[in-house]
């Protein structure tokens, strides 16, 4: 059964740093993309950022460019989502999704996390 | 990068009604979209892909169609479960969702 947990979440001040973490089972993670989607309190779904199987490419929406970065463990199953420069307006649950397969190729998430909450306030 | 525009953003129906979401696209995607269901607190669900196949272990009740850039979710008779918010995502190009249609009892 493929599990998604994500961890990391919390409250932090504007300006500062976080680092989420997502630990992947039921699957062979090393073969598949990644994602990350956040979801604004009483908000739709948005996208963040995208990851290869490798790790080797990776891709990140315009609302973060620059601030945050995707990354992976491969070895530890584990998918990682460093936050820099957190805004009043990045505070939203995150969640991680699977991909159907690689990158380079038209692919929808297939299993989602229950997501972690972060929160962006003095 | 491409928009997705879903319509209505709310829907008032009743249980066993036909209800229909539409899902347009700011460039052509093919058929690469999905649609997803969520419930209040929850993660969403995988319902549709490639726009007209339905995942595993969705009730038949539920079809996708269309390419390009029109598509639309129906969802044949409405039962109580159904009461939720559905997203479409194109992912011709990463991956874009639209804004949501919230389904709520009438």
């Known amino acids: 059964e493929v599990q998604l947990l994500e961890s990391g979440g919390g409250l932090v001040q504007p300006g500062g740093s976080l680092r989420l973490s997502c630990a992947a089972s039921g699957f062979t993670f090393s073969s598949y993309a990644m994602g990350w989607v956040r979801q604004a309190p009483g908000k739709g779904l948005e996208w963040v950022s995208g990851?290869?199987?490798?790790?080797?490419?990776?891709n990140h929406g315009d609302s973060v460019k620059g601030r945050f970065t995707i990354s992976r463990d491969n070895p530890r199953n584990t998918l990682y989502l460093q936050m820099n420069s957190l805004r009043a307006e990045d505070t939203a649950v995150y969640y991680c999704?699977?991909?159907?397969?690689?990158?380079?190729?038209?692919?929808?998430?297939?299993?989602w996390g229950q997501g972690t909450l972060v929160t962006v306030s003095s | 990068d491409i928009q997705m525009t879903q319509s209505p953003s709310t829907l008032s129906a009743s249980v066993g009604d036909r209800v229909t979401i539409t899902c347009r696209a700011s460039q052509s995607i093919s058929s690469w979209l999905a649609w997803y269901q969520q419930k209040p607190g929850k993660a969403p669900k995988l319902l549709i892909y490639q726009a007209s196949s339905l995942e595993s272990g969705v009730p038949s009740n539920f079809s996708g169609s269309g390419s390009g850039t029109e598509f639309t979710l129906t969802i044949s008779s409405l039962q109580p479960d159904d009461f939720a918010t559905y997203y479409c995502?194109?992912?011709?190009?990463?991956?874009?969702f639209g804004q949501g249609t919230k389904v709520e009892i009438k």
């Open positions: 999704a699977k991909v159907t397969g690689d990158w380079g190729a038209p692919r929808h998430f297939d299993y």
């Open positions: 995502q194109q992912y011709s190009s990463y991956w874009t």
């Open positions: 990851i290869s199987a490798s790790g080797y490419s990776t």
